[in-house]
């Protein structure tokens, strides 16, 4: 494996999760792989979980690992092509993704989307010119429209807590009070849509109407925009927020109450609720329930380094 980016990268969904369930029952069974190989983790945005996760995943594989707060410490960054650089930018992503390959033998990159230039977003152009010149294999830590590690993680989680062989998957849309992107949903909906053609879930997404995503995301999946009934029988809900894909980065005004509680809970199967994190409490999930028996968001959290290192541990293998 030299790139992390979407489901596409992935051959076997169940061949992946034995793997990574495999280094979870031994985390150090793979300690000499890494040794005197460097892992770069280049932040445009804020973390904790997949910072430390991965961080935890490279150093349980012998890795040494540096980590660059590029939004917060490194040089204001250009990433057009053809521009005078006379304004505020200090470097251009050519020479700053060419520099860190040139220190690490794997980068990884988190990169939000503007939310503005719905184009330039789902062309992927930042995390795509980064890939081109840094010349080395590249892990996605979320870029503008996906975030494989955490979709990863939560088939992982599903496998692990499922109690049939085939179990109704939900992905609800939340409230919140900023526009979040759609990298979390898009992400999920893509695996779960590849589970469910491998027969392993089946598989719901609930929004209100103008919160539709790309439907390239949800091919195969049920769209309702009935939560109550999207809900009934669910094995699993998946919360998340995220902003209009069509009027691009909006916030609707939405009158039911979308937020996940214990009410809601009473029409599902005795659903494991599941959220990637951070969440805001009480607003888009409650903290009865997050405090609660039914939620799984800390063990999904936990199992972010298994993820993280069976995708590392795949790009050690195939480095040359
Ligand atoms: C980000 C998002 O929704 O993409 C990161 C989630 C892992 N969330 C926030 O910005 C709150
Ligand atoms: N779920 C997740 O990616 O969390 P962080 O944004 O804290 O890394």
Not at 34 to 41: E, F, I, Q, S, V
Not at 259 to 273: F, S
Request: hydrophobic content about 40%.
């Amino acid at each position: 494996m030299n790139k992390f980016f979407s489901v596409a990268d992935v051959d076997s969904l169940d061949a992946i999760v034995k793997e990574a369930l495999a280094l979870k029952a031994n985390p150090h069974a793979h300690e000499a792989l890494g040794k005197y190989k460097t892992l770069g983790l280049v932040f445009l945005n804020p973390s904790l979980r997949t910072r430390l996760s991965t961080q935890k995943a490279a150093m349980n594989l012998g890795m040494n690992v540096m980590v660059m707060n590029m939004d917060k410490d490194g040089w204001a960054l250009e990433t057009r092509d053809g521009v005078v650089m006379n304004g505020t930018t200090v470097e251009h992503i050519r020479e700053a993704a060419a520099v860190m390959g040139e220190y690490c033998d794997i980068l990884g990159l988190r990169s939000f989307p503007s939310l503005k230039d719905k184009e330039a977003d789902y062309n992927e152009d930042l995390f795509n010119k980064f890939i081109k010149y840094c010349g080395v294999p590249v892990v996605s830590l979320e870029s503008a429209t996906r975030h494989p590690l955490q979709s990863l993680t939560d088939l992982i989680t599903i496998s692990e807590h499922k109690k049939s062989e085939k179990p109704k998957v939900v992905l609800a849309w939340a409230p919140h009070v900023k526009a979040l992107p759609q990298a979390v949903p898009n992400s999920f909906a893509e695996w779960m849509s590849k589970a469910q053609e491998q027969g392993l879930v089946d598989f719901t997404i609930a929004h209100p109407k103008g919160y539709e995503l790309s439907e390239e995301f949800t091919t195969g999946a049920t769209i309702s925009h009935d939560l109550s009934s999207a809900l009934t029988e669910a094995d699993f809900v998946y919360v998340k927020n995220w902003s209009s894909y069509k009027e691009y980065g909006q916030v609707y005004p939405v009158s039911e109450n979308w937020m996940m509680n214990n009410e809601k809970l009473a029409l599902t199967n005795n659903a494991k609720v599941m959220h990637c994190l951070p969440v805001r409490r009480d607003l888009e999930l409650s903290s009865e329930i997050l405090d609660g028996p039914n939620s799984l968001v800390i063990q999904e959290a936990s199992n972010r380094v298994w993820a993280a290192q069976v995708v590392l541990k795949r790009m050690l293998e195939d480095l040359k």
